[in-house]
């Protein structure tokens, strides 16, 4: 028994106000790009209109979500497919002891201060808000339908280890 194909559409150029009869013929990588461009501008934009920058955010979730803390190392390998560049996390997470927001212990393990909890807390709701924002109009099911499509795509192009 053969698997039925699904007809291929011929691609056509990238048009930002392309109808929808003729979304199928859009090229993903423009339409991933653009995306991502305007959610990661939209989310730092107000995370740093909060004093925060968008990897701060990773690494206070990340510290705080390790009962033993986490290293700089620790925290650098974790979030290196992430990062804009090999020091930007470390860089972040000197600012953040800057901020007495982290505090290392005797075996340089980060733990969240007072201060970083209630830091965490705070633009925790932020990300919520902006969260909802982003998905105004967009039910569960749409956006989980448009995640498994991007998660076959990576698949397809044998992108991410994480998705094997």
Same mark, same amino acid.
């Given at each position: 028994m053969t698997t039925p194909v699904a007809p291929v559409t011929a691609p056509s150029p990238a048009d930002p106000n392309a109808a929808? /009869?003729?979304l199928a013929s859009? &090229?993903? %990588?423009? #339409? @991933? %790009?653009?995306?991502?461009?305007?959610?990661?501008k939209h989310l730092r934009d107000a995370m740093? +209109?909060?004093g925060?920058?968008? &990897?701060? #955010? #990773? !690494?206070?979730?990340?510290?705080?979500s390790s009962p033993n803390g986490q290293t700089r190392e620790e925290l *650098?390998? +974790? =979030? *290196? @497919?992430? *990062?804009? %560049? &090999?020091? /930007?996390i @470390? +860089? @972040?997470?000197? $600012? $953040?002891?800057?901020q007495e927001w982290l505090a290392a212990d005797e075996d340089d393990r980060f733990q969240l201060t007072d201060a970083g909890r209630a830091a965490k807390a705070r633009?925790?709701?932020?990300? !919520?808000? =902006?969260? *909802? /924002?982003?998905?105004? %109009?967009?039910?569960d099911e749409e956006y989980v339908a448009a995640l498994k499509? $991007?998660?076959r795509m990576i698949r397809n192009t044998g992108g991410s280890d994480a998705l094997r």
């Open positions: 929808d /009869e003729v859009q &090229p993903i %990588g423009y #339409w @991933s %790009g653009v995306a991502h461009q305007a959610v990661i740093a +209109r909060q925060i920058t968008q &990897p701060q #955010w #990773w !690494i206070l979730n990340q510290v705080d *650098a390998d +974790r =979030l *290196a @497919s992430v *990062a804009d %560049g &090999p020091y /930007e @470390s +860089r @972040s997470v000197d $600012l $953040l002891l800057h633009i925790k709701q932020l990300v !919520i808000d =902006l969260r *909802a /924002e982003m998905h105004d %109009g967009i039910t499509v $991007l998660r």
